[in-house]
């Protein structure tokens, strides 16, 4: 049999120290990978069964390049809060300090920002006493921050404090953003690890199964689709509209929608729908309060954006504006039903903030200091333009560039075919 095809995440060269964590622990790991998930019907684009790749797994190496008493760390955050954050920063800084032993940690503050010298916003140096308890919170010990910064400006931080390596904790735009960095070192020939660890509450990155905070956030919901139910059921044709996160994909909404199965329409980015007509929206909603005098529906932030306005322009870091679908549905309902002279009463929820904010669950906790740790462990070892994540339910390394689209719900899956079912929604509310 051919030697399995993993793929790795570059390298800074060669692993020369022996790894502190020698004694500690029993078995280290090299050139072990999980096979990429596919399914039968993806094996014609194969040539051959050898064909499959394999991504490299997470976890400490015997050898490893920095040698960890002159190793300084930095740690950023960028973007929008999720929960976990902070156990995050403290995975990352135990890890390093305990297990490593390295000579420093320093947090550089709000975002990519922080890493740019004419914002004044100085490192603050992270130890196990000033990050023990912080896990106990929600949001960033270490603050956040939109908007582009300059890759030369950047590095110039990073060696003014002789930092080693960079764990960047950020989304898609972060990840660009670690990308980018790392393409400028290499051009500049600074040998500064650069490995990311993917904050996304929408859980839409590719490859990776789940991301931190993405349990938490659907956890959150529950109550919330609770009381839009006990608030419609409690007056005539009582209608509770609850909008939650999902910009382009709707993994949240519909987790929730089958987590607390009184949600009676989904509606989510992938699958457009009209508002009006036969099949549109209203239609179906007026046909549900007829029958059972009450609704619960439930709208990604991204869904149904073209019945909107458009809605132009950018926010700092240079993403889309969305318009506000939840304002808009519930206006929207309020007037087809007063035409239809029709009572109702409808009750918006948007609970993104409090969400958002929020301390990490227990096993989104467990989830975030596997994910620091491993990090350590690659960045130690030298490897750089990565992120580490969970694939086939096993921490690998995914090379920064391999990601690519976003991962949003294909309204042929089974998953999606379930909150048709759960729901009674129609399939198709398209004219
Ligand atoms: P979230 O989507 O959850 O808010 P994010 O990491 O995508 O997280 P952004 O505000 O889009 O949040 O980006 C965070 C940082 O990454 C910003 O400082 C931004 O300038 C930088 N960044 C975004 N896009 C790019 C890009 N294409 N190239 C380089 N840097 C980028
Ligand atoms: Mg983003």
């Not at 929600?138 to 930092?163: A, E």
């Not at 007056?235 to 993994?251: A, H, Q, T």
């Not at 457009?272 to 309060?289: A, S």
């Amino acid at each position: 049999m051919n030697d399995p095809k993993i793929i790795r995440p570059d390298s800074l060269g060669e692993c020369k120290y022996d790894s502190p964590l020698k004694g500690s622990i029993s078995r280290f790991y090299q050139n072990e990978g999980v096979a990429r998930a596919f399914r039968t019907k993806d094996l014609g684009a194969l040539e051959n069964i050898s064909d499959i790749e394999f991504f490299e797994l997470a976890g400490p190496r015997e050898k490893i390049f920095f040698n960890p008493e002159e190793t300084t760390v930095g740690i950023v955050t960028c973007g929008g809060l999720c929960p976990g954050l902070n156990d995050v920063i403290r995975a990352l800084t135990f890890c390093s300090l305990e297990s490593y032993g390295v000579k420093k940690v320093l947090g550089f503050q709000y975002g990519y920002e922080g890493l740019v010298a004419k914002y004044y916003h100085y490192p603050m140096e992270l130890n196990t006493e000033n990050t023990d308890e912080i896990h106990e919170k929600g949001g960033t010990i270490l603050k956040s921050s939109r908007g582009r910064q300059s890759d030369d400006d950047v590095i110039d931080t990073l060696v003014h404090y002789g930092v080693n390596i960079l764990f960047t904790i950020g989304g898609d735009g972060t990840q660009r953003g670690s990308r980018d960095i790392v393409n400028r070192l290499k051009e500049r020939n600074i040998p500064i690890a650069v490995v990311g660890i993917p904050k996304t509450i929408d859980n839409d990155i590719n490859v990776v199964q789940r991301s931190f905070g993405f349990e938490t956030a659907v956890e959150a919901t529950w109550d919330i689709i609770t009381n839009a139910h006990s608030e419609a059921k409690a007056y005539r044709n009582g209608v509770g509209l609850v909008k939650l996160m999902g910009r382009e994909s709707g993994w949240i909404a519909a987790s929730a929608t089958l987590a607390n199965s009184n949600v009676n329409f989904c509606l989510v980015p992938e699958v457009p729908f009209d508002l009006y007509g036969e099949n549109g929206f209203l239609t179906h909603l007026k046909h549900r309060l007829q029958r059972k005098q009450h609704a619960v529906v439930v709208v990604a932030e991204g869904a149904g954006q073209q019945l909107l306005e458009n809605v132009n322009g950018v926010d700092k870091s240079g993403n889309k504006k969305l318009g506000d679908i939840g304002v808009f549905m519930r206006d929207a309902i309020q007037e087809y039903f007063t035409q239809e002279k029709m009572e109702i009463n409808v009750k918006y929820f948007d609970p993104s903030y409090t969400i958002r904010a929020r301390r990490a669950n227990a096993n989104d906790s467990m989830y975030c200091l596997r994910l620091g740790s491993n990090a350590v462990h690659a960045a130690m070892a030298g490897m750089t333009n990565m992120i580490v994540g969970m694939h086939n339910d096993r921490l690998v390394h995914l090379p920064i560039p391999l990601i690519g689209e976003r991962k949003v719900i294909d309204p042929q899956s089974w998953f999606w075919q379930t909150v048709l079912q759960a729901t009674h929604q129609a399939g198709n509310m398209l004219n």
